[in-house]
């Protein structure tokens, strides 16, 4: 989902908080080939039913931006939850009481149906969050990549590694425009966070690289 689209939303079923206005910049500025799962290295997991409502506690929303965000966008580096694991969630969810579906109707196409937090889903994530958090877990396709290139192809070593910290200047260069436009003190803290990881992954690579460089 765009920021656009995003936007629109926001406009129509309330205000979008700044933090997930920062998001949606960010996946409008992204090229293709950057995905938020590379922004921060680590890859936290958290269940789909605490992401749902997590998502709804910042605006409403419907079940197929839910979907995209939690899917393939935004949201994707908090979870791995599948497409078809969204609307099962969300029907749970409603049954429970935790959120509310409003029908929209729409000229000429099917109607929308619009998804938001009541007070006992807000009560239920407040206790979900009261838990410690699972570890989070690194998942990188580039290590993978250098292991195996050392192996059978020590020659593409050289570019894997120019070419990643390439790949993390950028990522730390938008995220610095991102936190310079900023106000929210969780959103900032994020984005510094991410910034540090980006910039120590780029240390150690420029540092430690040249031990497997020919």
């Given at each position: 989902m765009t920021y656009d689209k995003q936007s629109k939303i926001s406009a129509n079923y309330g205000q979008q908080p700044t933090m997930m206005a920062s998001i949606f910049t960010l996946l409008k500025r992204s090229p293709p080939h950057i995905s938020l799962n590379d922004i921060i290295i680590l890859k936290a997991v958290m269940d789909i039913r605490?992401?749902?409502?997590?998502?709804?506690?910042?605006?409403?929303?419907?079940?197929?931006?839910?979907?995209?965000?939690?899917?393939?966008?935004?949201?994707?580096?908090?979870?791995?939850?599948?497409?078809?694991?969204?609307?099962?969630?969300?029907?749970?969810?409603?049954?429970?009481?935790?959120?509310?579906?409003?029908?929209?109707?729409?000229?000429?196409?099917?109607?929308?149906?619009?998804?938001?937090?009541?007070?006992?889903?807000?009560?239920?994530?407040?206790?979900?969050?009261?838990?410690?958090?699972?570890?989070?877990?690194?998942?990188?396709?580039?290590?993978?990549?250098?292991?195996?290139?050392?192996?059978?192809?020590?020659?593409?070593?050289?570019?894997?590694?120019?070419?990643?910290?390439?790949?993390?200047?950028?990522?730390i260069k938008m995220l610095q425009a991102l936190l310079a436009k900023e106000d929210g003190k969780a959103a900032q803290f994020v984005l510094r966070y991410g910034i540090v990881m980006q910039e120590a992954a780029t240390r150690f690579l420029e540092e430690y690289g040249t031990e497997l460089q020919n």
């Open positions: 605490t992401l749902c409502l997590g998502i709804l506690s910042l605006g409403d929303t419907t079940g197929y931006d839910i979907k995209k965000m939690v899917a393939e966008g935004a949201f994707s580096f908090f979870s791995e939850a599948s497409y078809g694991s969204i609307y099962p969630a969300l029907t749970k969810l409603t049954d429970e009481g935790l959120i509310d579906c409003r029908t929209e109707l729409q000229d000429n196409r099917p109607d929308k149906k619009i998804y938001s937090l009541t007070a006992a889903g807000r009560s239920a994530l407040e206790a979900s969050l009261t838990h410690t958090p699972k570890p989070d877990r690194n998942r990188s396709e580039f290590l993978a990549a250098l292991l195996f290139a050392e192996a059978v192809s020590p020659n593409r070593i050289d570019a894997l590694i120019s070419d990643r910290i390439n790949h993390h200047h950028a990522q």
